[in-house]
């Protein structure tokens, strides 16, 4: 089946460094896979953060950019200055439509951590 | 603006208990919906889709089972809770199914013991 695997669990930056989040998947259904990163702050719900549907394309939200590299199969989200209030979890998620299921697949999440 | 409610915040259950979970979406007609779960330290992982009213597809077996029975509303349930039923149970909505992003609930803690 469809994977996608976030390599850091947790990451620890200090305020007003660069940051990326590693993200690479496996689409094995076929079809055209859209991707995805969600973010969970302390005490709010899941929400999307960007998405990008067409490999070769970059999404950018906050701050934050991710490209769709579909000959490396990955999906790194990066942002060139973190600060405090980005602090929470990031998920990377493939989405995929099969069968009248719109399946979203979620990496394990990475902790960041921004000091101040 | 549409909302997305679920029902209970957090729930704490005996071993072989019933279970019954619920989410609402308001502001949005005829969505699809999705029953998420994520066990502590694991990963998010879709257990039901549903298209329209009254019709739930599995995705995951997990002794659990879903049901729509209006176009806002989708409950998730169980007659007899397991402990590995606990976890993180999220409800989301998509505008259709074809790739579009999903948008999630607050979420439900449950806890069996």
């Known amino acids: 089946g469809d994977s996608v695997t976030q390599t850091e669990g947790q990451v620890t930056v200090s305020e007003s460094k660069s940051l990326i989040i590693n993200c690479t998947y496996s689409?094995?259904?076929?079809?055209?896979?859209?991707l995805f990163w969600y973010v969970r702050y302390p005490g709010e719900g899941l929400q999307l953060l960007l998405k990008?549907?067409?490999?070769?394309q970059k999404g950018s939200s906050r701050g934050f950019e991710a490209t769709y590299n579909k000959e490396a199969t990955s999906f790194h989200l990066q942002k060139a200055s973190v600060q405090e209030s980005d602090s929470a979890v990031y998920y990377c998620?493939?989405?995929?439509?099969?069968?009248?299921?719109?399946?979203?697949?979620f990496g394990q999440g990475t902790v960041l951590s921004v000091i101040p | 603006a549409q909302t997305i409610h679920q029902w209970p915040v957090a729930e704490i259950k005996a071993v072989g208990s019933p279970l019954s979970l619920g989410c609402t979406i308001k502001?949005?007609?005829?969505?699809?919906l999705y029953w998420y779960w994520q066990a502590t330290g694991g990963t998010l992982q879709q257990l039901f889709y549903?298209?329209?009213?009254?019709?739930v597809e599995s995705v995951v077996q997990l002794n659990l089972s879903a049901s729509r029975p209006k176009d806002d509303q989708f409950i998730l349930s169980t007659e007899k809770l397991l402990l590995s039923h606990s976890g993180f149970y999220l409800c989301?909505?998509?505008?259709?199914?074809?790739?579009?992003?999903?948008?999630f609930g607050p979420g439900t803690r449950l806890t069996v013991l």
């Open positions: 990008v549907i067409t490999a070769g």
């Open positions: 689409a094995t259904s076929i079809g055209y896979p859209n």
């Open positions: 549903s298209i329209t009213v009254g019709q």
């Open positions: 989301a909505w998509s505008q259709d199914w074809g790739g579009a992003e999903q948008f």
């Open positions: 998620a493939l989405g995929m439509a099969t069968g009248g299921n719109n399946k979203l697949t």
């Open positions: 502001g949005k007609s005829s969505p699809n």
